[in-house]
């Protein structure tokens, strides 16, 4: 991705989470300059990778095959954390993709926050990491439930779905109806270590530098001085 398209992505974005009515921390309009002044009281936020994400998947085409992230907060599976939650914003696109894939450890609840409808792909794990063909149980607001894998559920503003770990899911927003505001509140998230996509691909994008970055992504944070 060129760092050009990473920084409109952001700024429109914000706009529209303000749109929505939601405040950002004030560490998310930290910029490349302030990070470089700040110290180790900031290394919750540098170790834990929270902050901006936006990814392509490694694909090139965000449009069609991506996903907008804020992490708030966040611990870590690897010590210096004794947090066991972590808490995120999600922006999905109309019929923006964002891949089929399982957590190996992380339980989390994803939920429409408003705008469009969000679409999610439901299947079994299978033998060898395949996607099964066993029904899937699904939890939606205290619903719970069962339907073919390979189920897409439509969660309209306000509903959530609970995905455990080992479930397979992808997402988009429903065409016509708007890009969606979504919520993540779940254990610890590892991006690093805990994704099993059905498809191999990437989880942080390869940035061609055509330009300064107007905010760091999470994984760009310099070391305290």
Not at 3 to 10: F, P, Q, T, V
Not at 84 to 113: C, G, T, V
Not at 189 to 195: A, G, P, Q
Request: glycine share 10%; aromatic share 12%.
């Amino acid at each position: 991705m060129k760092r050009s398209e990473i920084n409109r992505i952001i700024l429109e974005n914000m706009d529209f989470i303000k749109s929505r009515g939601f405040c950002l921390p004030p560490f998310a309009f930290f910029t490349p300059e302030e990070w470089a002044e700040k110290g180790h009281e900031y290394d919750e936020i540098r170790r834990n990778m929270l902050g901006w994400d936006v990814t392509d998947y490694g694909r090139g085409d965000f449009a069609s095959t991506g996903l907008f992230l804020f992490t708030i907060r966040n611990g870590n599976l690897h010590g210096g954390s004794d947090k066991p939650y972590a808490e995120k914003l999600l922006i999905s696109e109309e019929d923006q993709y964002s891949p089929m894939h399982f957590h190996w450890n992380k339980m989390e609840d994803i939920i429409n926050r408003g705008g469009g409808n969000l679409m999610v792909e439901l299947y079994s794990r299978g033998e060898n990491d395949t996607l099964g063909t066993e029904p899937v149980t699904v939890n939606t607001d205290g619903r719970v439930y069962t339907v073919p894998s390979g189920t897409v559920i439509r969660l309209t503003p306000g509903e959530s779905i609970t995905l455990r770990p080992g479930q397979y899911h992808a997402f988009w927003a429903e065409k016509g109806h708007g890009k969606c505001l979504l919520g993540e509140v779940s254990m610890v998230n590892d991006d690093n270590t805990d994704n099993r996509f059905y498809e191999p691909q990437g989880r942080f994008p390869e940035i061609e530098e055509d330009c300064p970055p107007v905010y760091l992504l999470c994984n760009e944070y310099p070391e305290a001085k």
